[in-house]
Each structure stands twice: as structure tokens, then as C-alpha cells.
């Protein structure tokens, strides 16, 4: 199926004179006054369940991506170098490298709208797919996340503070910014990095010299940052249509262990007003950036309540797998309906919850886990619901999958998984 032949499926809402709803009832925003209507008429556009949605990267954000889009009725393709990649696996795939332009290019053609599963994607492929296909999240709030200096900059325009930083171009200059922040501090590259790869904590004067030895082959520009101690980590995730509709999910506490994302825990264990200002935050970043789709937000909190924005995500979230049982609508779906510019879901929480991760070495464990009788579950009246990505290969470290603890409280949960053995590996 091509692109051309579903054009018909990418519905212009408001073909009618002087429509001030869309056809799901929904207000227009400046509706009331001509110019706004004329704007939003030339600018909106929905996509209509029976349309391809194409997804570049096939991992397991992807997977799960599809899956809530199969349940309204869209079609995926993916584009992935592994073949049986875990989105491949539910969704049509062509086989090819990220950068692969030729692969790139059957992809629009075979996609009504594109969006992406990981941020790294090829600069030159994602101009092209927005030249030749239809990128409603656009490549502009990608330039911006890919960069963390670019990022730092645009969570400042909207507001949000970030840790205090300097961009590093020598020793000398990693010196002497070190001497003005104060140590301890983290040199992070300022491309590529995620999940603690190309970061360096600094703790004292001694170990600047081989950090700056390490991240200078790198072949990234560099930033130092101050380290905040922090009393919590956080994130919100806020979805934002074409059309202008925001929606936060609650915020969730993270728990990292090793740099890697070991337990979300919602409601998160912070005071309204944090909770309320944190969700703010989400909101004027999105609107700032012009997001469209999901954009997570990682946040630092300081035990005297102040909020730095860490990092930037334009995409669905590790942090927000909790959304998929816990909350009313999924990240996932919510993605979906944001770049079709359906109107957005529900995210209240039904439940508290906390999202474990299963990395490979848990992979054992778990499995022999699910084939028992849980009668600590049964005890701490948690419900488990297992999510697996369908990676063939369980690396050490490698996000294989994740539970869902529901619980009547997060102590029961974190209880129910502090007497689990799956993560004493
Ligand atoms: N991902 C992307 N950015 C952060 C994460 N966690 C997801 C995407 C990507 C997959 O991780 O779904 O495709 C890659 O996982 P792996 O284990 O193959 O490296």
C-alpha cells in the first residue's frame, strides 16, 4: 500500500465554512476569530485509523508503539537493521541500516504519517522523510534533544532551570570550568550518550586529565556539568498535538541503578505543589519546543524542592511503562493520538503502581518466577503484569522487558519486589 493511495485517509477537518468543532466535538482554539480558523484549517490535519503508521527504529518502544495502534485500528511498518526486530515482530519491517536513505524513502512511500522510536536518528535521513513523507513530531525538536547543549538552551527559554554547565573544548578549559562549578561534576559528551554511556563523574582535580583523555575521543563536542545532589529523580511526560492540546501523565519517581532505569514509582512520593510545578514545567517545555507526540521530561529534585530539568526525550519514555495498566490511557496510545492529531486520551492513574525493569541477567529468574505460584503477590494483593520485548539476545544490562506491579499502595509493590529474587542477580 502506498502513501499516495491512502491520501484520501488524511482527512482535512475542517473543510466546512465557518466550523468552530472538529468532528470529535472538540473546540478549535482561536476559533472565534477568523485568522485563527484559517490557520488551524491550512495547518491541521488528522489521520484516521486504517491509515500506515511508519516508525523508524524497531526496538521495543516501537513494539509497544504498534501494539496500542493495532487495538484503534492502525497499520505499522518499521524500518530496522535486525530482522524479527521486537516492533518487526508485530509490524510489517524492511531490513535496512538507519541511514539507509533508499530504505528511508520505502518507508514514506509505504507510511501515511512517520515518527521515530529513538532519538539518534540520521540528521540527513530525517530531512528527507519530512521532505518526502509526513513527520508531524518534524526534525527540529530532534536537532534540539540530539544536542545537549542545544537542549540546556531550550529548557531555559521555556523557563525550567538545568544544572549550571560549560561547554568543554580543552583540558585546560575543563579545568578551569571545574575550579568555577565545583566538583563534583559530570563531563557527558554532548551527542550519543544514554543509560550512563559517554558520562565521566568527576570527584576531585586528579581525574580530569583522563576523563578529558576518554570523552576527547569521542569526537563530540563536551559539556561539564555541575552535580546536583538530589533527593529524588523524576519525569513527567506531556503529549502535545499538532493542534495544541497538552496532557501531562502523573510524575513518576525513578529509581536508577548502575545509570540504568531499575523502578518507576507512581504516585511519586513528592508534595502537591512539586507534583503541580513539575507538570508545569512538562507543559511550557512542550509548548516552547512546539513538541508534537510524547516529549519526557527528567527532572532532579533538591531537598529544598527546586526542580532541574536533566534531560529531554521526544519520544515515548522508559519511565512511562507504568501508564499501560496504571493509567486510564497508555503513553502509547497517547503517542498515536497525537501524531494522527486525534484528540488526546485520559492520563489519570487508576492505580498505584511501580515499573521494574527486566534486564538480561533477570531474564533467568524471571522466567522461572512466571511458571510458580506467587503467593507473596497474593499476600501483598499486588497484581504483576509482565511485558517482554521478543529480543533474541539476552545481553547483560539489555532492557529485555518489565513488570507492572499494581498495588493498593507502592509500598506493597516495592515490598512485593524487594522479597522477589528476579533482581538478586
Ligand atoms: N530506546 C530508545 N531510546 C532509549 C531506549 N530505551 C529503545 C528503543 C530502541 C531500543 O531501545 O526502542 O529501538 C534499543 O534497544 P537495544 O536493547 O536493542 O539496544
Known amino acids: 500500500m502506498s502513501g499516495g493511495d491512502n491520501v484520501n485517509k488524511l482527512v482535512n477537518l475542517f473543510e466546512g465554512e465557518g466550523a468552530v468543532c472538529d468532528e470529535f466535538g472538540c473546540a478549535i482554539p482561536g476559533a472565534e476569530d477568523g485568522q485563527g480558523a484559517l490557520a488551524e484549517k491550512a495547518s491541521r490535519r488528522a489521520i484516521l485509523p486504517g491509515a500506515t503508521i511508519g516508525v523508524l527504529g524497531g526496538g521495543q518502544l516501537g513494539r509497544m508503539l504498534a501494539h496500542a495502534g493495532n487495538r484503534l485500528g492502525y497499520r505499522f511498518v518499521t524500518l530496522d537493521p535486525t530482522p524479527d526486530s521486537p516492533c518487526g515482530q508485530t509490524a510489517a519491517q524492511i531490513v535496512a541500516a538507519y541511514d539507509d536513505r533508499e530504505a528511508a524513502r520505502e518507508l514514506a512511500q509505504r507510511s501515511d504519517v512517520i515518527t521515530y522510536e529513538f532519538e539518534n536518528v540520521d540528521a540527513g535521513v530525517a530531512e528527507m522523510l519530512e521532505r518526502e513523507s509526513y513527520v508531524p513530531q518534524g526534525s527540529k525538536l530532534l536537532y534540539t534533544t540530539q544536542h545537549r547543549l542545544r537542549e540546556k538552551q531550550a529548557v531555559e527559554a521555556a523557563g525550567a532551570q538545568v544544572a549550571p554547565y560549560a561547554e568543554i573544548e580543552s583540558l585546560a578549559g575543563l579545568q578551569e570550568a571545574a575550579a568555577r562549578l565545583g566538583l563534583p561534576a559530570v563531563l557527558k559528551t554532548a551527542t550519543g550518550g544514554y543509560d550512563g554511556k559517554g558520562q565521566w563523574v568527576l570527584r576531585s582535580e586528579d581525574e580530569l586529565a583522563t576523563a578529558w583523555g576518554e570523552a576527547s575521543r569521542a569526537g563530540t563536542q563536551l559539556v561539564l556539568e555541575k552535580f546536583i545532589v538530589?533527593?529524588?529523580?523524576?519525569?513527567?511526560?506531556?503529549?502535545?498535538?499538532?493542534?495544541?492540546?497538552?496532557?501531562?501523565?502523573?510524575?513518576?519517581?525513578?529509581?536508577?541503578?548502575?545509570?540504568?532505569?531499575?523502578?518507576?514509582?507512581?504516585?511519586?512520593?513528592?508534595?502537591?505543589?512539586?507534583?503541580?510545578?513539575?507538570?508545569?514545567?512538562?507543559?511550557?517545555?512542550?509548548?516552547?519546543?512546539?513538541?508534537?507526540?510524547?516529549?519526557?521530561?527528567?527532572?532532579?529534585?533538591?531537598?529544598?524542592?527546586?526542580?532541574?530539568?536533566?534531560?529531554?526525550?521526544p519520544r515515548p519514555h522508559n519511565s512511562g511503562h507504568y501508564t499501560?495498566?496504571?493509567?486510564?490511557?497508555?503513553?502509547?496510545?497517547?503517542?498515536?493520538?497525537?501524531?494522527?492529531?486525534?484528540?488526546?486520551?485520559?492520563?489519570?492513574?487508576?492505580?498505584?503502581?511501580?515499573?521494574?525493569?527486566?534486564?538480561?541477567?533477570?531474564?533467568?529468574?524471571?522466567?522461572?518466577?512466571?511458571?510458580?505460584?506467587?503467593?507473596?503477590?497474593?499476600?501483598?494483593?499486588?497484581?504483576?503484569?509482565?511485558?517482554?520485548?521478543?529480543?533474541?539476545?539476552?545481553?547483560?544490562?539489555?532492557?529485555?522487558?518489565?513488570?507492572?506491579?499494581?498495588?493498593?499502595?507502592?509500598?506493597?509493590?516495592?515490598?512485593?519486589?524487594?522479597?522477589?529474587?528476579?533482581?538478586?542477580?
Not at 515499573?355 to 507473596?376: F, Q, R, S
Not at 539476545?393 to 509500598?411: C, F, I, P, Q, S
Request: charged letters at 25%; hydrophobic letters at 45%; aromatic letters at 4%.
Open 230 to 313: 538530589f533527593d529524588k529523580e523524576i519525569s513527567v511526560i506531556a503529549a502535545r498535538s499538532p493542534s495544541g492540546e497538552v496532557k501531562t501523565f502523573p510524575p513518576a519517581e525513578n529509581i536508577h541503578v548502575h545509570n540504568i532505569l531499575h523502578l518507576s514509582i507512581v504516585p511519586a512520593r513528592i508534595s502537591d505543589k512539586v507534583r503541580a510545578e513539575a507538570e508545569k514545567l512538562a507543559v511550557s517545555i512542550a509548548e516552547t519546543l512546539g513538541a508534537v507526540g510524547l516529549i519526557a521530561v527528567e527532572m532532579f529534585l533538591t531537598a529544598d524542592g527546586e526542580l532541574y530539568v536533566n534531560e529531554l526525550a
Open 324 to 425: 499501560m495498566e496504571a493509567c486510564r490511557t497508555s503513553q502509547f496510545e497517547q503517542h498515536v493520538r497525537a501524531i494522527c492529531d486525534l484528540p488526546l486520551g485520559d492520563p489519570s492513574l487508576l492505580t498505584p503502581v511501580v515499573m521494574a525493569n527486566i534486564l538480561g541477567e533477570h531474564m533467568e529468574p524471571l522466567l522461572e518466577w512466571m511458571g510458580e505460584k506467587d503467593a507473596a503477590a497474593e499476600k501483598l494483593g499486588v497484581e504483576v503484569k509482565v511485558h517482554l520485548y521478543g529480543k533474541a539476545e539476552a545481553k547483560h544490562k539489555r532492557k529485555m522487558g518489565h513488570l507492572n506491579v499494581l498495588a493498593l499502595n507502592v509500598d506493597a509493590a516495592l515490598e512485593w519486589i524487594a522479597q522477589s529474587k528476579i533482581w538478586r542477580v
